[in-house]
């Protein structure tokens, strides 16, 4: 360990696997992303059904094991963005602080039963998910009930992400009482800002589950409230896509500029923007409950504000990844004020992956701050639109970055070569460009006034416009489900085909502006950790005050699918 | 962030304008709002859930003029139809939807009229549109709520004025 301690942060990352054997925590990560490539397996195939149902057509046979749409699109909503997106990151995360400290985790064995809490917990929500006994969508508003064990798996789920939290602060505490002084590095210090968000924002979810959905399922308590429950799951609901994108982003800013053959512009920057995620995520659930009565439109008002403020990190994400972007593809001969873009290198299907998810995410985040407008939020709510959102946000930008990140990950875990660089870039392109038609369909009906999570063939009021769009969203959907199977199959014969030993690091990259020029406010926890807590107890405070004290658990539970 | 660099100044130059943009967006939006009166639904009450139809105004669901060319609609939603389930009112009129739920989570969507709110069990959700255009103007409950959820579905007919 001594010669760890005397080496800086950056040349710790290439000697790490030299130095400090990370082999447990390469097969954790390796366990949590085993498990989450399962969950989006289902959710493709489950994705596939409801995408076909669009235009009228259905799988001959899916009756064995979808009972109705309504099933498919709950299985498809949970295993995608609850259970692929929280493995994924549990798995990568951890990977990226390790390797960026060159540091293993505090502690293995807490790690181990960290992944086994959760797949058990996974275990346990998805009996009843799959037998159609939680058909609530990843939203489970009360009073639809699901059978008591959905909510307790996935609280066993939240629990465990909470451990992967105090392993990685012990982690981090161990590094800093070695490196006094010292800056930490960019990748653990982007882990632990994404862990210790989510702990915070998770509280909303959690207390929903163990005060009203847990005791009400399993018969403790005969009623619950609607308007606590949703505004306790949208405390949890709108931080979760900064929890799903905080590790994109940390892709974006500490690998990919390397990957693309440059530096990252600004590492001071990045920092900043990672500790505005850290303070704004939590206090601007209201924005998904702008059509709910109950709460007051003025502190709805005050949520939009606060949306719109955490857009401010995520244009200074666009900046510094782009002009990251420039430096690698001007140092490979990339001319011109726009053209350099061509020179990025597109053969290759990590960066031409996440460079695709990050264009997806431009327009993303721009129907993002349309769903988060007040009144335009009427125009969009609970229509078409809103899938169509998701699907370029956590469907791509998340998604189709974190598919990047296994086509260097998966071999560096296995020791082998990607099987097929051609085949994982007809993968990537084929995803894209089913996105732009699936998306953009979905979008377009949403305006038409379609509404989502609907079996829309079968509803009384579909009109010719929206049946002339329809199967646009059967076709885009079509290519997704092509894609993401030649994903399954890149992958798999890595694993168990390659023959070619992969060699490499970590792609850690170099910063144009480095750690030392980071304020020390930047590497300070208290402070902001406090002012997220004051942002939250402002903008929720007197509300939930309000609700908790004077709501009475009156609404019975019904399962009516 | 070190002072007199060029990184320093493009961070300058990008930061001020990525302010400048959302407070922008968000004067727009506070003008669009305010200026044209959108009101989103919000304090309305509380009515108790397994009490609904007992307690007015849902006792008697329906229609009512509450003042010249201004309606009151009272409305119960329940799996899977809305009550009443057809309302008519006449070109021009101003329309207050007071409505509820009686067992699970309902949507009252008109997008013709923009109408977009939530129906909640224990919640009273008031919110107001005008219907200046005859015709019919389809209503749909746009949150999931069970197997027939897509069945749920009603209509306000405009009539033209006499």
Redesign the interface.
Known sequence: MSAVVTLTPRSETDGAAAVVDLRTENRLTAAFLGVGLVALFGGAVTGLLQALEHAGIQIPGHATFVKSYYHSVAMHGVLNVLVWTTFFISGFVPFMVTHALGRPLASRPLGRLTFGLMLAGLMVAAVPLVGNAATVMFTFYPPLMANWAFYVGLTLVVVGTWLITLNLALTLRGWWATHPGARTPLAAFMGMVTFAMWTIASLGLAAEMLFMLIPWSLGWVSGTDPLLARVLFWFTGHPIVYFWLLPAYMSWYTLVPRQAGGRLFSDPLARASFILFLVLSTPLGFHHQFTDPGIHEGWKLVHAFLTFAVFFPSLLTFFNVVASLEDGARRRGGRGWAAWFLRLPWGDPVVAAQVGAMLTFAFGGIGGLINASFSLNLLVHNTAWIPGHLHLTVGTAVTLSFMGITYWLVPLLRGRELWSRRLALAQVWLWLGGMVIFSNALHRLGLMGMPRRTQIMAAPYVTPEWKAVLPLVAIGGTLLFVSAMLYFVVLILTVVASRKPYVGDVPFAEPMSGPDSVPVMFDRWKPWLALAFVLIALAYGPTLVHLVVTTPLDAPGLRVW | ??RN?T??L??LA??LP??A???G??AA?AV??FG?G???????G?V???RVTATAPFDAPGVVQVGPGLYEARMTSQ?WTFTPNEIRVPAGATVTFVATSQ???H?L?I??A?V???????????VTARFDTPGEY?I????????A???M?GRVIVEPRR
């Not at chain 2, 977009?116 to 008031?126: C, D, E, F, K, S």
């Not at chain 2, 749909?140 to 197997?147: A, R």
């Open positions: 962030m070190k660099t990184v320093y493009y961070e990008w930061i990525s302010i943009i959302p407070v967006m968000l939006l669009t709002a044209a959108i009101h989103l639904p919000s304090m309305a509380r108790d859930p397994r799996i067992d699970v989570v949507g969507f997008p013709k923009h977009n709110a939530m129906l909640l069990p224990g919640q009273i959700t008031r389809p749909m409950c746009h949150e999931y709520c069970g197997i959820h897509h069945t579905a």
